[in-house]
């Protein structure tokens, strides 16, 4: 599947289950309702770092949040879905990606996506080169 670049507000973590934990509860905390946003989950294998992401909506304002604002970047992923209830998806993730680096070798530099569909539904995006180029 291709992404298109999506602009976002975030919460920088480590990558650590608590830390993570911790990035979300603080995003979710500060954007207040969740209704009608979108939250995507950003790991970047080689700094180890993790980035809890909102899309950025026009009504949003980052120095009155104090989230940080940044871009996921599009491209072409590799997709699977998950599907069931938190906080055993949760544990999914990790294991799934692991699984998918055996079917594709990730495209160096770019960064593994988590979109939350719904409560009980993630879509774990691997990266992948473009060979086409389009």
């Known amino acids: 599947m291709r992404r298109d670049d999506v602009p976002v507000l975030f919460v920088g973590a480590s990558d650590e289950v608590a830390d993570i934990r911790r990035a979300w509860e603080q995003l979710e905390t500060t954007i207040g309702s969740l209704r009608g946003r979108k939250f995507i989950g950003v790991f970047d294998p080689e700094a180890s770092e993790y980035r809890a992401c909102v ?15 940044g871009t996921v970047h599009g491209g072409l992923y590799l997709r699977t879905r998950l ?14 990606f692991d699984e998918l680096r055996q079917i594709v070798q990730p495209e160096p530099g770019r960064s593994s996506l988590e979109l939350y569909r719904r409560r009980d539904v993630i879509d774990l995006l691997m990266p992948v080169i473009d060979r086409a180029g389009t």
Do not use: H, M
Request: charged share 40%; glycine share 10%; aromatic share 4%.
């Open 55 to 69: 899309e950025r909506q026009d009504t949003d304002d980052s120095n009155a949040s104090g989230l940080v604002e």
């Open 83 to 96: 599907k069931g209830e938190p906080p055993e998806i949760y544990d999914r993730i990790g294991p799934t």
